[in-house]
C-alpha cells in the first residue's frame, strides 16, 4: 500500500486491534476509532486454540504466554439427550482478552469514538455483528447470547451442552479468577432457563454472526473484516482467532497492493480457500435446524467438522463428533 494513503479502522475488537497494530508497525498510514471505553468487556466466552493464537500474538510483537489463563485439561461435549462426550484438548485455553486488546492498540493512533469522517482512501469494517459501516445484509444469521461473569470452577475443564435440533449451547469456561457461563440460541427461554441458578456478578449480552457473508465483504472503498463477514464458526461460535487470522490476510494484501479492484479480488480468493469449511458448516447448521439429519450432505461435513474442532483446539474422533453434534 502506498504509504502516503490514509486507512481507517471503525472497531476496535481482535479484528480491527490486530489490523491496526500490523499495518503501523509496517509504516503505513492507518487510525483506528471505536467508542467503546478502553478495558469495557464485549460479551466473549475468551477461549481459544492457544496455540494458533500464539503466532498471531508473535506477529503482533506480543509476548503470548502473558494473556493465557486457563488451558483445558478435558473437554465436555453434552448432547440434547443428556449423554457426555469427553474429548482431548489440543490447545484449548481461555485468555485475558481485555489485556490483549489494550497491548494490540498501545502505541497506534486510534480514537474512543466512531468514525465520522468517510473521507478516506479506504475504510474498514471492523465493527463485528453489527457491520455499522457496511450495513445489514438480508440473508444473515444471528443468534442470541447471554453471558454471566460467574465464581472460578476450581476446574479445568471446558463444558459444552447443545440445545435439541442446532437451536444453540450453553457453555462453561474457567478464568484464573471467575469464569464464563453463557448460553447462545434463538430460544431465549432455552438461554434463561440453561442458566438458571448461576451466580453471577455481571451479565453481558449481543447476538452472533454464525453465517459466513463472504459475497458481501466491501462497499465502495468500505472493506470489511472479522466478524463484520462472518468469521465465526457456524458450530462452535468460535470468532477470535478465525477474525485474527482473516485481519492477517487483510494486513498482507493492504501491504503489497495499491488497486482497491485487485485488493477485493485477493481477498475474496483467500476468504474462500482458508474459510471454505464454514460454507459447509453453515449447511449441515441449516440442515440439523431443518431435522434434515439423514442429508448425504452431512456427512460430508464431519470431516469440516472435526477439522474446525481442532482448529478451536479440540481433538475428535469421527464418531464423537456424530455422537455429540447430532
Ligand atoms: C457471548 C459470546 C461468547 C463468545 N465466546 C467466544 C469464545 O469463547 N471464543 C471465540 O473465539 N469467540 C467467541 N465469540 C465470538 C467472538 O467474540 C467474536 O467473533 C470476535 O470477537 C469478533 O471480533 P471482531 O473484532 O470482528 O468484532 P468484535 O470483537 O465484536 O469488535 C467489534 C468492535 O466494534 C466496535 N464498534 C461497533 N460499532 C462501531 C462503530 N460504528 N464505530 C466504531 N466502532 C464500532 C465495538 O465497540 C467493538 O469493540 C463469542 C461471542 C459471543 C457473543
Not at 468487556?41 to 498471531?56: I, K, M
Request: with cysteine; net charge negative; charged share 25%.
Amino acid at each position: 500500500m502506498d504509504c502516503s494513503k490514509l486507512i481507517r479502522i471503525a472497531g476496535l475488537g481482535v479484528s480491527g486491534a490486530y489490523l491496526l497494530n500490523r499495518l503501523s508497525s509496517e509504516g503505513i498510514e492507518c487510525e483506528g476509532y471505536d467508542p467503546r471505553p478502553q478495558g469495557f468487556p464485549v460479551p466473549c466466552g475468551y477461549a481459544l486454540n492457544s496455540r494458533l493464537f500464539f503466532r498471531f500474538c508473535e506477529l503482533a510483537s506480543l509476548e503470548s504466554e502473558k494473556y493465557v489463563e486457563v488451558v483445558a485439561d478435558d473437554v465436555v461435549f453434552t448432547n440434547s439427550a443428556g449423554k457426555s462426550v469427553h474429548f482431548s484438548p489440543a490447545g484449548l485455553a481461555t485468555i485475558d482478552k481485555n489485556a490483549f486488546l489494550e497491548d494490540l492498540v498501545t502505541g497506534t493512533k486510534h480514537h474512543r469514538s466512531r468514525l465520522k469522517d468517510m473521507e478516506t482512501d479506504l475504510i474498514v469494517d471492523a465493527t463485528g455483528v453489527s457491520r455499522s459501516i457496511l450495513g445489514p445484509v438480508e440473508q444473515d444469521f444471528t443468534m442470541r447470547t447471554l453471558e454471566y461473569v460467574s465464581d472460578p470452577t476450581g476446574y479445568s475443564s471446558f463444558h459444552f451442552r447443545f440445545f435439541p435440533s442446532g437451536s444453540g449451547y450453553h457453555w462453561i469456561f474457567p478464568l484464573k479468577n471467575y469464569s464464563h457461563v453463557g448460553a447462545g440460541s434463538d430460544d431465549l427461554d432455552a438461554i434463561r432457563d440453561s442458566l438458571e441458578g448461576t451466580p453471577h456478578s455481571r451479565v453481558l449480552s449481543r447476538n452472533i454472526r454464525l453465517k459466513p457473508l463472504f459475497e458481501s465483504i466491501s462497499s465502495g472503498n468500505v472493506i470489511g473484516v472479522g466478524e463484520a463477514i462472518g468469521t465465526v464458526s457456524p458450530i462452535t461460535g468460535e470468532g477470535i482467532v478465525p477474525s485474527l487470522e482473516c485481519a492477517e490476510i487483510l494486513f498482507q494484501i493492504l501491504k503489497e497492493n495499491d488497486d482497491l479492484n485487485t485488493i477485493l479480488e485477493k481477498y475474496a480468493e483467500q476468504l474462500r480457500q482458508s474459510y471454505s469449511r464454514y460454507l459447509r458448516l453453515f449447511d449441515l447448521l441449516m440442515n440439523v435446524r431443518g431435522n434434515r439429519l439423514l442429508s448425504l450432505k452431512n456427512i460430508g461435513a464431519i470431516s469440516p467438522a472435526r477439522e474446525d474442532l481442532r482448529y478451536f483446539g479440540i481433538e475428535a474422533s469421527l464418531t464423537k463428533i456424530i455422537a455429540a453434534l447430532l
